[in-house]
Each structure stands twice: as C-alpha cells, then as structure tokens.
T-cell receptor
Framework: GEDVEQSLFLSVREGDSSVINCTYT??????LYWYKQEPGAGLQLLTY?????DMKQDQRLTVLLNKKDKHLSLRIADTQTGDSAIYFC?????????????FGTGTRLLVSP | DAMVIQNPRYQVTQFGKPVTLSCSQT?????MYWYQQKSSQAPKLLFH???????NEADTPDNFQSRRPNTSFCFLDIRSPGLGDAAMYLC??????????????FGPGTRLTVL
C-alpha cells in the first residue's frame, strides 16, 4: 500500500529557512499536499503540487518535487514563531475516483526567537 | 464565509456509551470524509460519502458508523466507545474529481475523551 514518511522533528531560529522533507512510495501519486496543524486544531492546507511539476512557489513557501526519487520538500523562508506547528505531507492519486489522502507521520517544527 | 463546522469541539463520553459527532458544511461539496487522528499520529481515513453513497475503509471497525441525511450534514456514530477510540475526529469535504477541484477542506476537529 501507499506509505508516506517524514522526519519527526525540526528546530530552527526565527528568521532562518526551514526545510521539511517527505518521501512517498506510490508512483501513481498525482497530487501532493502540505498541511499545517496547530495544537488542538484542524488541518490547514498550505499548498499543493501536481506531479508533473518540479517546483511551486507561493510567497514564503517553496515546494520541490523529485518524482524520480519520490521526494517532496517544503521550504519556509524567513521562518517566524507563528510557523511553529506540525506539518503533514499527503499524497493522493485520482484513480480511485475520489480524493483519498494518505498522510505522512507529520514533522513538528519548533521556531525559537 | 463558506466553511466546515464540527460540533462539539470537545466531547467526553463513558466507556461503552454511544456518542455522535456532528459535521456540517456550507461549501455545497458532494464528498464528505471522516478521519481519526490519535495523539502524535497522522490522520487516518475512516470512511467517506460520495453524495449518498457510503464508502467504508477496509480496516474501519464496525463500531464506527456514519449518516448523511442531506448534503450539508454528516454524523459519526460510535456505538460502544472504548478507551482506544479517544482521538481527534476530523471532518473534511471536497468536490468530486469531475469538477477539476482537487482540494479537501478540513473542519477544526472534535476531540473525544473516553472515561
């Protein structure tokens, strides 16, 4: 079955860049997503990328996709303390007819002043 | 604002006492999902409704049921909650794939405690 892996923890200083990595196994993935979850809250969609793209930039966020290696990364520029949260990578393929998301284990980002 | 609403945000129940969690949406999406997220784990899909068609994941326990009386509302029923069912329950919605939209919108979640 599909499997999505992430490193568990990342700590950075305010103002630095953060890079959160994700690997996946499903070669038929069509869309890949990054969601943010703050404590006790639901999931907030940050950005997504279609599998035929290599890169997508959205303000402070840059997503890089290496489809050959099945590797996805999220770069947050000028990281702020408000970026502290858990970040989930998720993949889906459209072959099932509905959007089944498979989530990674989540990376806890801690931003210190 | 169009949104996904979950009530209550916090629910406490007793071991074995049936409980119902509620989700409503103003997005007019035809697909609704229920996820279970245990502490420090990824969300796991329990089932989804495609319009009125119910689709259960293969490993979802029989203890979990769902109802969708209309487009806007979807309920999660836990018939006999066990201690292992304590979790955050997330509702999400999306359009079907023919719409070309490929994003799921999540509610804030209901945290269930089982005593």
């Amino acid at each position: 079955g599909e499997d999505v892996e992430q490193s568990l923890f990342l700590s950075v200083r305010e103002g630095d860049s953060s890079v959160i990595n994700c690997t996946y196994t499903d070669s038929s993935s069509t869309y890949l997503y990054w969601y943010k979850q703050e404590p006790g809250a639901g999931l907030q969609l940050l950005t997504y990328i279609f599998s035929n793209m290599d890169m997508k930039q959205d303000q402070r966020l840059t997503v890089l996709l290496n489809k050959k290696d099945k590797h996805l990364s999220l770069r947050i520029a000028d990281t702020q303390t408000g970026d502290s949260a858990i970040y989930f990578c998720a993949e889906t393929n459209m072959n099932t007819g509905f959007q089944k998301l498979v989530f990674g284990t989540g990376t806890r980002l801690l931003v210190s002043p | 604002d169009a949104m996904v609403i979950q009530n209550p945000r916090y629910q406490v129940t007793q071991f074995g006492k049936p409980v119902t969690l509620s989700c409503s949406q103003t997005l007019n999406h035809n697909v609704m999902y229920w996820y279970q997220q245990k502490s420090s784990q990824a969300p796991k899909l329990l089932f989804h409704y495609y319009d009125k068609d119910f689709n259960n994941e293969a490993d979802t326990p029989d203890n979990f049921q769902s109802r969708r009386p209309n487009t806007s509302f979807c309920f999660l029923d836990i018939r006999s909650p066990g201690l292992g069912d304590a979790a955050m329950y997330l509702c999400a919605t999306s359009r079907d794939l023919t719409s070309g939209e490929i994003v799921q919108f999540f509610g804030p979640g209901t945290r269930l405690t089982v005593l």
